[in-house]
Nanobody, 118 residues
């Protein structure tokens, strides 16, 4: 089992920045990708960004050029740097893991709230 703990959310004005962190512990050797998902009220959870164990990244079109996903292997931590935030980015953000031999991500954390005011 892998434990994922998100932090770094908060309230920010449009145009501002936040950095989310996700600390992983447990059987992390089974993970081949980490992803940040978000869910806004009344909407489905969506993938925002992912990073594979090989360092390949991918982003939702809505955040390309504004968000950056990265990782610190020594700290077993994944980050999401969010710049030029917009009110539409308001959501609960979840850190999720994709395990080897699986195609879907598993999200076990509580999530962290990001609120962008206009």
């Amino acid at each position: 089992q892998v434990q994922l703990v998100e932090s770094g959310g908060g309230l920010v004005q449009a145009g501002g920045s936040l950095r989310l962190s996700c600390a992983a512990s447990g059987s992390i050797f089974n993970i081949n990708a980490m992803g940040w998902f978000r869910q806004a009220p009344g909407k489905q959870r969506e993938l925002v960004a992912l990073i594979t164990s090989g360092g390949v990244t991918n982003y939702a079109d809505s955040v390309k050029g504004r968000f950056t996903i990265s990782r610190d292997n020594a700290k077993n931590t994944v980050y999401l740097q969010m710049d030029s935030l917009e009110p539409g980015d308001t959501a609960v953000y979840y850190c999720c893991a994709r395990y080897r031999d699986y195609t879907a991500f598993t999200c076990r954390g509580q999530g962290t709230q990001v609120t962008v005011s206009s």
